[in-house]
């Protein structure tokens, strides 16, 4: 039971992760750098 619990969490906690990594590039390419584009 407490592994069907924990599992949801660890695919939030990698959108987060994916998110902030998408924002950080976003950023870097706003500020003029593509190569964090990818």
Do not use: F, W
């Not at 039971?1 to 998408?22: D, G, V």
């Amino acid at each position: 039971m407490k592994q069907a619990s924990k599992k949801p969490n660890k695919t939030a906690r990698l959108k987060a992760m994916r998110r902030k990594k998408l924002q950080r590039a976003r950023l870097r390419v706003s500020k003029g750098e593509r190569k964090y584009s990818r």
